[in-house]
């Protein structure tokens, strides 16, 4: 499976921390093997669709996944993550 990032997903890891950034990176890497990945939650009502993926415990990668392809469309804190 290929992983993609959009503009807005890479200004957002731009601005992350290092360590934070290493584990958005480890989450991608393991996103190549989806849907046999765990921890991933399909989204419901706005986002439905889209899936996402707890980077560390408090930042959340979001993604949709289309046939052969995943688009990583944020990466940010649980916060404003679906904002």
């Known amino acids: 499976m290929e992983v993609k990032m959009t503009e807005d997903a890479m200004k957002d890891f731009k601005k992350l921390d290092t360590p934070v950034q290493v584990a958005a990176s480890d989450e991608m890497e393991k996103l190549k093997k989806y849907p046999e990945v765990s921890g991933v939650k399909n989204l419901e009502a706005t986002w439905k669709g889209y899936a996402r993926v707890k980077v560390l415990k408090d930042w959340r990668l979001l993604f949709r ?19």
């Not at 688009?71 to 679906?82: D, G, M, N």
């Open 65 to 83: 996944p289309f046939p052969g392809l995943l688009v990583v469309v944020r990466i940010r804190h649980r916060s404003k993550a679906y904002d």
